[in-house]
């Protein structure tokens, strides 16, 4: 076995550890509701221990890729959204063994395992970095800014228990339906992988020929029918279907085409969900936050903006501004990349600002880093797959 098959199997593995561990830390969660202090306990145990193991399988998957591929693995969407996933696990094993809450394991995990998911969907094959990857900074810029990502993470799965438990869902209040629009955009992640493996497993493949924004013709194969077409795009495959539309140079059509196709999967996942439960998803994963205690989740999540936010404004803006001085010779140029950058970073001093000078504590700071990781993920998905940019390469 190869060293890279060494390095999937370890990935698999900690999927699988994670799945595994989520239903451990349900046990507990359960066991805390029935004031089963014992059980909760026990359940708690061994649902922090498998999550280690699956936590050390993901370092052992980073570690040997790492070394196979000769550079730290975070140079493409498959490499970065997995180290973000296990940077996310990472984060909440630190955050458990200070205050013990089993209510975020059963949320963190499942919020890993969808990242994960949704990374398997890029091409993982190693390939040789880029001139402007080459670079130390790569390692420092990009896994500083993940891990503060991770942090931030946890505010917000901290911040989504406190609402569960908080908002009535019975109600169709502002709160209750915007609660119900993230369980929506969870789904959209499930649809972005169903859409992604089918269209694989059919094993479609459509070739194109299009003009990049440098006025350069470039080939593209598109692995899902194409929705959109690439600037100045021509079909070169016969018998595959026709864009319905043309989009500018800046927009990365065939990425763009995967993002519809999950919403429109996706969309029609939640319906089916909503069909079946006859009742906002909200309100059926409700009782997992039961007995959640509030005041400790606040502390949580504001206590993981303070770690989270100085991490992130070292990678993402710091080591960032200092690298794209070496490799572009200007600190700032307002690629769509640097900008959102720049704005989630906003955000999050915002959040501090508001919640240290104006006192909003509880539910608006619970909304605040929910919508903060909205943004995070916004820049994930949106930026890196859309706009064409410097940060291009990272798709």
Do not use: C
Not at 71 to 88: I, K, L, R, W
Not at 350 to 360: E, V
């Amino acid at each position: 076995m190869s060293l890279i098959d060494i390095s999937s199997s370890l990935l698999f593995f900690a999927f699988i550890a994670y799945l595994v561990a989520t239903l451990f830390f349900g046990g507990a969660v359960k066991g805390a509701q029935q004031d089963a202090s014992v059980s909760n306990k026990k359940w708690g145990k061994i649902a922090i221990t498998i999550t280690i193991i699956g936590f050390i399988a993901n370092l052992g998957y980073f570690v040997t890729r790492w070394i196979y591929a000769g550079h730290a693995p975070v140079s493409n969407m498959f490499e970065f959204t997995t180290a973000f996933g296990m940077f996310v696990v990472g984060a909440f094993i630190l955050i458990y063994f200070i205050y013990k809450v089993p209510a975020l394991g059963l949320f963190a995990l499942p919020i890993a395992i969808l990242i994960i998911a949704y990374a398997s969907m890029f091409p993982r094959e190693v390939s040789p970095l880029i001139p402007a990857l080459k670079s130390y900074w790569l390692y420092i810029h990009v896994i500083t800014a993940a891990i503060g990502e991770s942090i931030l993470a946890i505010s917000a799965v901290a911040g989504l228990i406190y609402l569960l438990k908080k908002v009535d869902t019975t109600k169709r209040t502002k709160s209750s339906i915007w609660l119900e629009v993230v369980m929506y955009a969870a789904v959209l992640v499930i649809g972005f992988v169903i859409v992604s493996s089918t269209f694989n497993l059919m094993g479609y493949k459509a070739d194109f020929t299009y003009v990049d924004k440098n006025g350069a013709q470039q080939e593209i194969t598109y692995n899902n029918p194409a929705l959109f077409g690439m600037h100045k795009y021509e079909l070169k495959s016969p018998g595959k279907m026709e864009p319905l539309a043309e989009v500018p140079a800046v927009v990365n059509a065939k990425k763009l085409t995967t993002v519809v196709w999950s919403i429109i999967f996706g969309t029609i996942l939640y319906g089916l969900i909503r069909l079946i439960l006859r009742k906002p998803i909200s309100r059926m994963v409700q009782p997992l936050a039961k007995r959640a205690n509030a005041q400790l989740l606040d502390e949580i999540g504001y206590r993981s903006v303070l770690i989270g936010f100085p991490v992130f404004t070292l990678g993402a803006l710091i080591f960032a501004m200092i690298w794209a001085q070496e490799a572009w010779s200007r600190f700032w140029g307002w690629d769509p990349k640097e900008v959102w950058a720049l704005i989630t970073w906003l955000f999050y001093a915002a959040f501090l600002h508001l919640r240290l000078s104006k006192g909003w504590q509880g539910e608006k700071s619970a909304w605040l880093a929910v919508i903060g990781f909205v943004i995070i993920m916004f820049n994930l998905v949106a930026v890196n797959l859309i706009i064409a940019g410097l940060h291009s390469y990272a798709g």
